[in-house]
């Protein structure tokens, strides 16, 4: 009986927590030099609008993080850059938080962190959740959590988690992004 309770509790416990696949970014390709994992947005021909590297912050140096750099000369045209991945273990019906941990360098707007959830025909978007849009009056230099909640809808086949910034008004800046985290809630 005993035995069974345990069993029981580890079940609920890997339910509790989906896997985002290196989420917090330390897991480096030694070709890209890139954490693995993620895909990397940029406008077709116009690689150059955005960077995506590794870094560290002061007082976390042993913490890898994401940072994402659009160019000074970024024309004002509503693009978003982000990093991307289909998370896998997401079930329909089901409320999960997302979160990440963010900084900021010369940006104007907050980072975000944002979910689609997609049908099997790759093409419907049934869902879709986003942490708010807020202004920013200077940089962010400690780390803040940004969070958002998502159900995810009967259908859904892929829950891309996405995140990233518009390009729009922050030319020239750097969002830096670590522990972007899934985890599924209680529903209410
Ligand atoms: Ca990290």
Partial sequence: MKLLLALLCSTVAAASTTNVNNSGFEDISERTRLPVGWGYTSLPGQSDLVEYKV????????????????????????????????????????????????QTRGLETMPMVAVQCIDQTGKK??????????????D???????????????????????????AQGNAGGTAILDDITVIEVESK
């Avoid at 750099?69 to 997302?98: C, L, M, W």
């Avoid at 400690?142 to 892929?158: F, I, L, R």
């Fill in 125 to 138: 978007y049934l869902g879709f959740a986003r942490t708010p849009e807020r202004k920013l009056q200077q």
């Fill in 55 to 102: 870094t560290t912050v002061p007082g976390d140096e042993n913490s890898k993080a994401l940072a994402i750099t659009v160019s000074s000369d970024h024309p004002d045209q509503r693009v978003a850059y982000n990093a991307f991945q289909d998370v896998p273990g997401i079930e329909s019906g089901k409320t999960y938080k997302v979160s990440a941990r963010v």
């Fill in 140 to 166: 962010i230099k400690e780390w803040q959590s940004v969070e958002t909640m998502v159900t995810v809808p009967a259908g859904t086949a892929k829950f891309r988690l996405r995140a990233g910034i518009p």
